[in-house]
């Protein structure tokens, strides 16, 4: 009804139901407090010759104006506190007797990496699906999640599942849910994590049953593997550039305001991810869908670290990087790389 | 101030104003510190305000913001506003002002302990203040300072690394020895040194309400102490208290912080009903309804307080029936509180209400403090609180509890007392432009925030343009008017100093006695000299005896035989 | 207390002692901080028990006497000012003076050996406590030391304010029951 996000999951109406309890409550004594208080201000302001009652609320017969209504206050907190009860046991409370898909979550900065049991079902497992920033889940289907963190806490937040649990490093939480439609939701983080605690995003993306079954069965992929043509970066690099350089003292500007630092530096060493020093046109390993290659850091493989950071991890770093896109568009892209060209 | 009629020998300077043992002097320093530490953090707030209603853009008098500096601005408002503001402001200024005089003493019990305090505190200030401009900058771990971000995330630790973040535990730390030792002269002074006739229950509410605040205080902040220690050690030495690495818990240090933290909002909100209390019943020419009734009640909010802490992690990962035990007490803690405010409208009917300055300021504080309350049953609901936990729905909720405790009730506080303590009257058509732009900005900052909140709007965010949920032009709407608001509530601020400073230096002369109320403060001279009172006063009866029956005068001073 | 010409004591309690009263306590609640912190590892790790056996429990046993001696000299002192014995007072005090000296000198023996066999502050989480909990209880015996070592030369030498060694012998019994605590939780709890 307006004031919260639509709600996909199966216990979300429990939360739902108490904000509107609990708002007819405390909105009812609320107008009814403020409407007495204001009342009186009017009616008994001063007058010529009028003298205010002696009123030492010492006795029942004055004292029962104020311990009745707290006794009705009493009452409507413990049936808050009842309504309460029944919704925290059911989605904090214990776990659904069908758990139809474990999953691992692990909050790192600044981003979220998920694991996901492959076509064998298990997690721990060789086909093991890992993605940061994404996770994908079939609906209709309860899903136990194992939350963890790797450095500080964090806090695993999806509004639209009205669902929120802290991750703390050394403690492995245990929680569920359950999707009811079909969709892409925002993921967010929600306790602080240091600078980059804003760009922590990551989406949901809730499939049909069926169509998740064919996302395993490809391997975390939509499209069936081995369907993919020319390299789309090469392409980007290409059109970008052909209209000349970008602007090196903007794109310095955007790596600071857009948190870049946070992860990335500028003195050659090691911090979460690799350094800019020396970065352009050098030679690097990096990991690619669990193989190992050399690549040459030019424009394209700085736009897919950009857009794509995922696809080719730099080897000893974590894939944790979440994607850029939307987030910085091409052309400022373009004055970023310019200036990574003259960090030397 | 003069302190001619006292046989004090002549004091320099130095000694009347800045080494004073006066606790009149000395509540004035900690009530000036306060204040300017709040336009401190006011200032702050405008500047990372500013950043979320226009992102990316240069901030006038700042520039353009990082998220670093954006995370060191939440973080130092939060403590500031917290520990520097109201803390110094409600407990130790009103405490150190009002405590003796109104309990017919010449000072408090050990003068010099109580300049020491201030001189301690003082030093946490200016320790404060400097980690701003040591390398790495201010600390930016959230004014919670929850492990293991706050040390670092155990990837570095010495005393260099991270020096801001060091230097803010050490001005925290030294801030609590500051009111500790303040402490001893509230409890020593108001045992020991009340007037003849001044028992227990004839004492006005002001020091009942300082008294279980400094109480509140004293139990509660022992094991954050310890916990800040065990913070500290964790940074510079290496060890790993909270380091899950090393066997450490992290959750640990959030228990020894709410422990401290929720009886910490009580020692902020007693002071401010003991000044409603004193303000409500002098303008509303009425007894309080319920003395008593309302003791007990703080009393048992002062036990209840212990007892609710774990309600600020409903989701930290805490063992989910602990949260039903904390749930309960939490939704218990509105009874004491209901009581008290039910109780305060009571006092209003068959009044004779003048609306003053203080008056408005002490009407205003019930009238949006109820706000505040309400909204606590969304978030004491452990369910509920699972979705609006770390939202601006909280944000909304304790501005709208610490707001009106803070700032209505000190500034009810300082507007009431104006006279008493600098001797002349403050303009009442300023106070009251003061009172009508600070309540309807104040409302215009905070109250769109609930909206915002329930939208799913998650805190400590510097920039939301990647978040597409929560970039609807509703909600970009909140976020400036919300902004523009505060700058007029900062603004507004300007005309309270102007009328403190002008009204200070060329108010007209004010009476001993100028509401004609019954405590005894009002009984010595406007202001006091030095020792306060001519004679020890005698106390014959309450302090609200307002509109007694079959008496000509609407008051009945504390002092009078008859 | 310079200034009660016109206000009495009203209550039974005397402001000084009153005052020790708030010190202990808020001391109390800052040591429980700990102490509640350790119990609750403690309790959730058994190895604890393997690491407190090698902290020498025949040194702590020591230095719980030599606490215990103190706090009895302490108590003689304060009976001695009672009756405006100067000479007692001082012979008392300074017991209790050298007291903590030897106090802290065995401490300062178990910390070398431990150290020396590799257990520093940062070896693991129960040397963690260790060196903070007894390294905070020492810093209250210097405390300690030194208010009674004031307390002697600004007052008692000049036989004025004698009801200051009670605040001082408070104090040190205080700071000797911390040490009951401490002494079974790290050394005689395996």
Redesign the interface.
């Known amino acids: 009804m307006g004031?919260?996000?639509p709600n996909v999951s199966s216990f979300g109406h429990?939360?739902d139901s108490?904000?509107w309890i609990?708002t007819i409550?405390?909105?009812v004594?609320?107008i009814i407090?403020?409407g007495?208080?204001?009342y009186?201000?009017i009616k008994?302001?001063?007058?010529d010759g009028?003298?205010?009652?002696?009123?030492?609320?010492?006795v029942w017969s004055?004292?029962k104006?104020?311990?009745i209504?707290?006794a009705i206050?009493?009452a409507l907190?413990f049936f808050?506190?009842i309504?309460?009860?029944?919704?925290?046991s059911e989605?904090?409370?214990?776990l659904p007797q069908n758990q139809d898909l474990k999953i691992r979550i692990t909050g790192q900065?600044f981003s979220w990496a998920y694991t996901l049991p492959g076509a064998d079902g298990q997690l721990d497992t060789d086909d093991d699906i890992k993605k940061t920033g994404e996770l994908h889940v079939p609906a209709d289907t309860n899903i136990v999640f194992d939350l963890e963190a790797k450095?500080?806490?964090h806090?695993w937040?999806v509004?639209a599942l009205?669902?929120?649990?802290?991750a703390?490093?050394?403690?492995t939480?245990r929680g569920w849910f359950k999707v009811t439609q079909p969709g892409s939701y925002?993921v967010?983080?929600?306790?602080?994590?240091?600078?980059?605690?804003?760009?922590m995003?990551s989406t949901m993306i809730a499939h049909s049953k069926e169509e998740f079954a064919q996302w395993v069965a490809n391997g975390g992929s939509d499209t069936a593997p081995g369907a993919g043509g020319a390299d789309p970066f090469a392409d980007m690099a290409k059109n970008l550039f052909a209209s000349g350089a970008g602007d090196a003292e903007k794109g310095k500007?955007l790596v600071?305001?857009k948190?870049c630092m946070?992860c990335h530096n500028l003195d050659g060493s090691k911090t979460v991810g690799p350094t800019y020093k020396g970065l352009f046109g050098s030679k690097r390993t990096v990991t690619a869908g669990g193989q190992d290659k050399e690549v040459v850091a030019d424009e394209a493989y700085l736009l897919r670290s950009i857009y794509e950071p995922g696809a080719e991890v730099v080897k000893g770093y974590p894939p944790a990087m979440p994607p850029q896109k939307?987030?910085v568009s091409e052309q400022e892209a373009k004055d970023i790389i310019e200036y990574l060209k003259t960090v030397k | 101030m003069s302190t001619n009629q006292t046989s004090h020998h002549q004091m320099t300077f130095v000694q009347k104003y800045i080494f004073s043992t006066d606790h009149k002097v000395i509540g004035m320093q900690y009530m000036i510190t306060g204040l300017i530490m709040a336009f401190l953090g006011g200032f702050l707030a405008y500047g990372f305000r500013m950043q979320l209603a226009f992102p990316?853009e240069a901030i006038p008098l700042l520039g353009?913001m990082?998220?670093?500096q954006y995370?060191e601005f939440i973080t130092m408002h939060g403590t500031i506003m917290i520990f520097w503001v109201a803390m110094p402001v409600l407990l130790a200024a009103l405490g150190n002002l009002l405590i003796p005089i109104m309990i017919g003493a010449d000072d408090m019990a050990f003068p010099t302990l109580n300049m020491i305090s201030y001189w301690v505190f003082f030093l946490s200030t200016v320790v404060l203040i400097a980690s701003f401009f040591v390398p790495g900058g201010a600390f930016?771990?959230?004014w919670t300072a929850?492990?293991?971000?706050s040390a670092n995330?155990?990837?570095a630790h010495g005393w260099s690394v991270g020096l801001g973040g060091n230097l803010w535990i050490i001005a925290v730390a030294l801030e609590f020895v500051a009111f500790l030792i303040g402490g001893i002269n509230f409890i020593v002074t108001t045992f020991n040194m009340r007037a003849p006739g001044l028992t227990w229950f004839r004492l006005p509410m002001m020091v009942w309400m300082m008294l279980s605040a400094v109480l509140i205080f004293m139990f509660a902040v022992g094991p954050l102490i310890a916990g800040a220690a065990m913070l500290l050690l964790d940074r510079t030495v290496g060890t790993g208290f909270y380091n899950?690495?090393a066997g450490g818990?992290?959750?640990l240090f959030q228990h020894m912080f709410w422990f401290f933290g929720h009886p910490e909002v009580y020692v902020i909100l007693l002071p401010t009903i003991g000044v409603l209390a004193e303000v409500m019943t002098t303008f509303?020419?009425?007894?309080?309804?319920?003395?008593?009734?309302i003791i007990y009640a703080t009393i048992g909010a002062g036990f209840l307080s212990f007892v609710v802490w774990a309600h600020h992690q409903f989701?930290?990962?805490i063992d989910?029936?602990m949260?039903?035990f904390f749930?309960?007490t939490t939704?218990?803690i509105?009874?004491p509180f209901?009581?008290i405010?039910?109780?305060s409208?009571?006092?209003?009917?068959?009044?004779?209400?003048?609306?003053s300055t203080p008056m408005l300021f002490a009407?205003g504080f019930?009238?949006e403090f109820?706000?505040g309350g309400?909204?606590g049953?969304?978030l004491g609901?452990?369910?509920?609180d699972?979705?609006v936990?770390?939202?601006y729905f909280v944000i909304a909720h304790f501005h709208y509890a610490l707001i009106p405790t803070v700032f209505f009730g000190g500034l009810a506080a300082i507007y009431f007392w104006f006279p008493k303590f600098i001797g002349r009257m403050y303009n009442e058509t300023l106070g009251k432009v003061h009172f009508w732009l600070t309540t309807i900005s104040f409302n215009l900052v905070f109250f769109p925030l609930f909206?915002s909140g329930?939208?799913?709007e998650?805190?400590?965010?510097?920039?939301y343009?990647?978040?597409?949920?929560l970039m609807t032009p509703e909600i970009m709407n909140i976020r400036i008017i919300s902004t523009l608001a505060l700058i007029v509530l900062f603004l507004s601020q300007f005309i309270f100093v102007f009328n403190m400073i002008k009204s200070a230096l060329s108010g007209p002369k004010a009476e001993k006695n100028p509401w004609k109320s019954n405590t005894l403060e009002w009984q010595a001279d406007s202001p006091p000299p030095h020792g306060n009172f001519a004679q020890t006063p005698v106390v014959h009866r309450g302090p609200?005896e307002?509109?007694?029956?079959g008496r000509s005068e609407?008051y009945w001073p504390q002092t009078s035989a008859n | 207390m310079a200034h009660t010409t016109q206000t009495v004591d009203i209550s039974e309690v005397p402001n000084g002692r009153a005052a020790m009263w708030w010190v202990i306590a808020s001391e109390v609640v800052i040591f429980g901080g700990l102490i509640m912190s350790y119990l609750l590892f403690r309790m959730r790790y058994p190895q604890w028990g393997e690491y407190a056996s090698h902290t020498s429990t025949p040194m702590g046993a020591l230095n719980t006497l030599v606490l215990l001696t103190s706090s009895l000299t302490v108590a003689l002192a304060h009976k001695a000012a009672t009756e405006k014995n100067i000479a007692a007072t001082k012979k008392y005090l300074w017991f209790t003076i050298l007291g903590g000296v030897i106090f802290l000198i065995v401490k300062s023996v178990e910390y070398t050996t431990e150290i020396s066999h590799g257990y520093t502050i940062t070896a693991n989480n129960f040397w963690s406590f260790y060196y903070a909990m007894t390294g905070l209880h020492a810093i209250h015996v210097i405390a300690g030391m030194v208010a009674m070592f004031l307390v002697m030369q600004i007052d008692v030498n000049k036989g004025r304010n004698l009801h200051r060694v009670e605040m001082a012998g408070l104090y040190w019994h205080f700071v000797d029951i911390v040490w009951i605590f401490l002494f079974p939780l790290l050394y005689v709890a395996k």
Request: charged share 15%; proline share 6%; net charge positive.
């Open positions: 004031f919260l996000p429990h939360i108490l904000f609990i409550i405390v909105g004594a609320f407090a403020e007495i208080f204001l009186f201000i008994y302001r001063k007058k009028v003298k205010a009652e002696y009123v030492a609320g010492n004055q004292t104006w104020v311990l209504p707290l206050v009493i907190d808050v506190d309504k309460t009860h029944t919704a925290w989605i904090k409370g214990g900065q450095d500080v806490l806090s937040f509004p009205r669902l929120k649990q802290d703390v490093p050394g403690r939480i925002e967010m983080c929600a306790e602080i994590c240091g600078v980059g605690h804003t760009i995003k500007a600071t305001a948190a946070a939307g987030l | 990316g353009k990082t998220a670093g995370n930016a771990g959230g929850y492990p293991p971000l995330g155990y990837t899950p690495a818990d992290p959750i509303a020419r009425k007894p309080i309804f319920g003395y008593k009734m989701i930290a990962g989910p029936r949260a039903t749930s309960i939704i218990m509105s009874i209901s009581l405010i039910f109780a409208i009571a006092t209003l009917w068959k009044s004779s209400i003048t609306l009407l019930i009238g109820l706000i309400v909204t049953i969304y609901s452990s369910a509920f699972i979705y936990h770390d939202t909206f329930m939208a799913g998650h805190r400590r965010i510097f920039d343009s990647m978040w597409k949920s609200y307002y509109s007694v029956p609407d």
